[in-house]
């Protein structure tokens, strides 16, 4: 069955970005550092994944894996919107409430208002696999809403100091978790927690 499953890279005081992020410095300052993980090669050649190994691998193949991409706007936006394909030609839904930029309109996106939808649109989309979700503010209202299923943190040695948290904002009401697994790997902890539902 189709799981939403949140994957972020973390510093350990919970950070997503440096400082200073913005569309021409997507993971602000010093915020390429919480990527190394996984971008091994210094020019960020997507191909150096197939280069990782252990723990690392498992979670990049788990990433590749996904059937349907849901992500923020901001997020969309700081990655060029990967082009206009995240992986594999899976569909990709934006979370957004204006219309889409032109430059970013491509045919397997699609943009929509409502994380509640955007989700099931999603799972409908993936066929069976999992739905792989970008975003802070994404995961907020997914959580908020009840349709995140997981949480996937890519806890990194490293404390930034500034920048956008993951889990900032307002108070959100008390989640409940479960860890599933906690793999240690070089430069990064991998966390991953199912989301206890309420009720």
């Given amino acids: 069955m189709s799981k939403t499953v949140l994957y972020m890279s973390m510093s350990l005081d919970g950070f997503i970005t440096g400082p200073n992020d913005s569309p ?8 390429h550092r919480l990527h190394e993980w996984f971008l091994i090669d210094q020019d960020g050649d997507p191909r150096a994944v197939e280069r990782l190994s252990g723990p690392n691998r498992e979670v990049m193949d788990q990433v590749m894996s996904a059937g349907a991409v849901v992500v ?3 997020t969309f936006e700081a990655a060029g919107g990967w082009g206009g394909d ?3 030609g899976v569909p990709v839904f934006v979370l957004s409430r204006r219309a889409p930029d032109p430059a970013l309109q491509w045919p397997g996106v699609s943009y929509l208002s409502d994380v509640g939808q955007a989700m099931q649109t999603a799972k ?3 066929g069976g696999r999992d739905v792989l979700v970008h975003g802070a503010r994404t995961a907020q209202l997914a959580m908020a809403a009840g349709v995140l299923d997981e949480i996937q943190v890519h806890l990194i040695p490293v404390l930034l100091g500034a920048g956008r948290r993951l889990f900032g904002g307002p ?7 479960e860890l599933l697994r906690a793999d240690p790997a070089p430069g990064v902890l991998h966390l991953r927690y199912r989301i206890r539902k309420q009720g």
Wanted: charge should be negative; hydrophobic fraction near 20%.
């Fill in 124 to 126: 409908n989309a993936a």
């Fill in 86 to 88: 995240h992986h594999d």
């Fill in 24 to 31: 021409d410095n997507g993971l602000g300052d010093d915020g």
């Fill in 72 to 74: 923020g706007r901001r």
């Fill in 171 to 177: 108070p959100a009401d008390q989640q409940e978790l």
